[in-house]
């Protein structure tokens, strides 16, 4: 797996929430250096969890896919004698 890129764009927007989700639920308030450090920490560390399970689900819908493929492949033979 590659490392996650985020455009400054994403992070500043994630920052942004990771801060006020500290203030909201925690009563606390984090700075955008510390927010920054805990997406570097969840994207190095919890990411790949998500991403494998993504590939999983890629792949589920893929074989479901393939399945059905087969099917009308099938529908399409012609009788022989």
């Known amino acids: 797996m590659k490392d996650i890129k985020l455009s400054q764009d994403q992070k500043d927007r994630m920052v942004s929430k990771i801060k006020r989700y500290f203030t909201d639920e925690l009563d606390q308030d984090i700075g955008s ?3 920054e450090f805990l997406i570097e920490f969840f994207a190095k560390e919890i990411g790949p969890h998500f991403y494998n399970q ?4 890629a792949n589920r819908v893929f074989v479901e896919k393939a399945e059905d493929a087969s099917y009308l492949v099938q529908e399409l ?3 022989t004698l």
């Open 54 to 57: 993504a590939l999983a689900d």
């Open 77 to 79: 033979e012609k009788p």
């Open 33 to 35: 250096f510390e927010a």
